[in-house]
């Protein structure tokens, strides 16, 4: 599955066969995580917080591709995004494992994934070095194969996703 | 001489190890504290404590690698209502694994916070295995940087330090999994649930 994450209203055309999803998380009732580890040591793979968010962390795990549309701020995904990343620990253990050299947290059932991140907003160049080393910095975290970054004008959003679209119903 | 101004942007503020890395700030610091957590309705209030003080520390935990969206929307604040005068901000960060390095992407992004926003940036401390290492042998390594931290905003000599537990990464994973297996006994919970691959399992509402 396809899931394209967008933290604005998107009008696309998906087709019925539930290929790729897309989840308007601005649409969304969606709390911040309060920190309480209750996901990795109460119940394991499950968010206690009982919101929107625990509809949307098992389609990233499900997912081999993913999209992350999101304006930057501070070099960072602005609130929206990072508010529903955030919420998504479930899908990892508390366990620490060694990855790529580095300390990381085991993950429940990721499937690996390949993340295409749709970024706009004033993005200056010291911002997208930020910003390229935590998408990177995320990826250990959120198992991603490989990932690309896309800065985009506001006005441009809809249209690259459109175009990434028709790019795997054409594959 | 006048106080810093210490802010909590720990999601789970009251019982946080921020907090508790916070007080160990103010228990070594030259300088007396005023000590505040963040939370969504007490932004304009924080603005203008921040007013009386030449000094501010932000305390936090590394959140999916970057600031925790609480912080976030504190920064987003000040940056739309700023205060009038805007203090030296410090950086007492700490995350969970073993590399304190982990932390650079967050302390990158506050420095261009400050830079956009005309704040002066003053220190960091980074902090490696910081969910545990308060509560183990090596709790005196980080007594000992926060003590340089805390000096050097006091005497306004500003520098970074990072500190971890002394210790390789395979004796950290297994430290880590004790402290984790531990955590979820108290609760109940084995370390085959704990490990279940199973998200949002069929009895999910």
């Given amino acids: ?171 | 001489m006048e106080k810093i101004l210490i802010l909590n942007g720990s999601p789970r503020a009251t019982r946080s190890n921020s907090k508790r890395y916070a007080k160990l700030f103010s228990r070594h610091c030259p300088q007396e504290t005023d000590y505040r957590e963040i939370r969504k309705n007490n932004h304009a209030e924080l603005r203008a404590g921040m007013e009386h003080h030449a000094d501010l520390l932000l305390v936090f935990p590394l959140y999916a690698d970057a600031l925790p969206v609480g912080l976030l929307n504190f920064l987003k604040f000040l940056e739309t209502t700023p205060p009038d005068h805007r203090p030296v901000v410090s950086v007492l960060v700490n995350c969970g694994f073993l590399e304190p390095q982990q932390c650079e992407v967050v302390v990158r992004m506050l420095r261009l916070f400050c830079q956009r926003n005309g704040y002066p940036f003053g220190s960091v401390l980074m902090v490696g295995g910081g969910e545990a290492i308060l509560d183990s042998p090596f709790r005196f390594l980080v007594n000992r940087k926060i003590k340089h931290f805390a000096k050097s905003i006091a005497a306004r000599q500003y520098g970074t330090w990072q500190t971890t537990m002394p210790i390789g990464k395979r004796l950290f994973v297994l430290a880590s999994t004790q402290y984790w297996l531990q955590y979820g006994k108290r609760f109940g919970i084995s370390k085959r649930q704990m490990q279940t691959p199973v998200i949002e399992g069929p009895d999910s509402e």
């Fill in chain 1, 1 to 171: 599955m396809k899931l394209i994450l967008s933290d604005r209203p998107l009008n696309l055309e998906l087709p019925e066969n539930g290929e790729i999803r897309h989840v308007d998380l601005s649409t969304l009732q969606i709390a911040n995580c309060v920190g309480c580890f209750g996901c990795w040591t109460k119940t394991p793979g499950r968010c206690v917080i009982r919101d929107d968010a625990v509809r949307v962390y098992p389609l990233i795990a499900e997912s081999d591709t993913v999209v992350y549309v999101s304006r930057i701020k501070y070099g960072g995904y602005d609130t929206i995004m990072k508010r529903m990343l955030e919420r998504a620990i479930p899908i990892q253990q508390a366990f620490i494992r060694i990855h790529r050299g580095e300390t990381h947290h085991l993950q429940r059932a990721v499937t690996p994934k390949h993340a295409t991140i749709i970024a706009y907003g004033a993005i200056e160049q010291e911002e997208r070095s930020i910003f390229e080393r935590l998408v990177a910095r995320n990826g250990y975290n959120m198992n991603f194969i490989d990932h690309r970054i896309l800065y985009v004008a506001e006005s441009e959003v809809e249209k690259n996703v459109k175009d990434l679209i028709e790019t795997w119903k054409k594959s």
